[in-house]
């Protein structure tokens, strides 16, 4: 170990040892008796168990993952019939935990499938399409594809990181919404507003209001009772954005 710790500074390797003769390793504990060895599942004091609710608007496969692996890991290991049994009563709880139904579990059974000499000489390209899981209606959909060569794989919009991902402000001011406030170039009059729609929009409204002589628009009536020096002022100004403030 000294010699393994020596080659880097920033490297240093320990070793740990077995107390009250068990050991974990991985996801798994390791038991040394006088005459064989046992092995249970091992879980850190950290673990919550915390799987995709039942209830959750998720695809199904996606809800069952955590639960096949569970219960694969607890066929594949050579577990002792009361550690097998321990761990499946924590499987039990995590899926009552979780909103599942409990169904009596039994390994499915090894398939012998058997090839014709024409299917192995017949190489298929298979495609894969992705569809966003909304509910029922997206299962209804991507079970018309089972019999052809397409493969499906599902996803969900409501990962974490689009969750907790900040949008990006757009640069463009006049794209927004809100209060903006037109200054009339000839008295320093100024027109406050609010607006749901972008301020282009709204500023378009305006100018239209101005060129038809329209009453819609308070600012642009105003302008009209002044002299044509200051509505070709505003005209231009409005045009060009320039006497707006957002």
């Known amino acids: 170990m000294d010699n393994f710790n020596k080659m880097h500074p920033n490297l240093k390797f320990t070793a740990e040892t077995e107390?009250?003769?068990?050991?974990?390793?991985?996801?798994?504990?390791?038991?040394?008796?006088p005459t064989c060895w046992k092995t249970s599942i091992y879980r850190?004091?950290?673990?919550?168990d915390t799987i995709i609710p039942f209830s959750s608007n998720h695809p199904t496969q996606h809800k069952y993952a955590a639960i096949r692996f569970l219960y694969n890991r607890l066929n594949t290991y050579n577990l002792q019939e009361n550690k097998y049994k321990t761990e499946e009563n924590t499987i039990h709880k995590i899926m009552q935990n979780h909103?599942?139904?409990?169904?009596?579990?039994?390994?499915?059974?090894?398939r012998q499938t058997t090839v014709t000499p024409d299917k192995r000489m017949t190489t298929t390209i298979q495609k894969w399409a992705t569809f966003t899981y909304i509910g029922k209606e997206t299962t209804f959909i991507t079970n018309?594809?089972?019999?052809?060569?397409?493969?499906?794989?599902?996803?969900?919009?409501?990962?974490?990181?689009?969750?907790?991902?900040?949008?990006?402000?757009?640069?463009?001011k006049y794209t927004q919404s809100g209060v903006y406030k037109?200054?009339?170039?000839?008295?320093n009059k100024a027109y406050v507003g609010k607006t749901g729609r972008s301020?282009?929009?709204?500023?378009?409204?305006?100018?239209?209001?101005?060129?038809?002589?329209s009453h819609?628009?308070?600012?642009?009536?105003?302008?009209?009772?002044?002299?044509?020096k200051t509505q070709c002022k505003y005209y231009n100004a409005i045009t060009k954005g320039h006497t707006s403030t957002l």
């Open 99 to 110: 909103d599942f139904l409990i169904h009596p579990y039994h390994p499915p059974c090894p």
């Open 144 to 172: 018309l594809f089972k019999k052809t060569n397409l493969g499906i794989a599902l996803c969900i919009n409501t990962t974490i990181q689009r969750l907790l991902m900040q949008r990006q402000q757009t640069s463009d």
């Open 19 to 33: 107390t009250n003769n068990k050991i974990n390793y991985l996801d798994i504990t390791i038991q040394r008796t």
């Open 199 to 213: 301020f282009a929009v709204r500023f378009n409204e305006h100018k239209n209001a101005f060129k038809t002589n």
């Open 44 to 48: 850190k004091p950290t673990c919550t």
């Open 216 to 228: 819609t628009s308070n600012f642009a009536k105003h302008t009209h009772s002044t002299l044509s």
């Open 182 to 187: 037109l200054t009339c170039p000839d008295c």
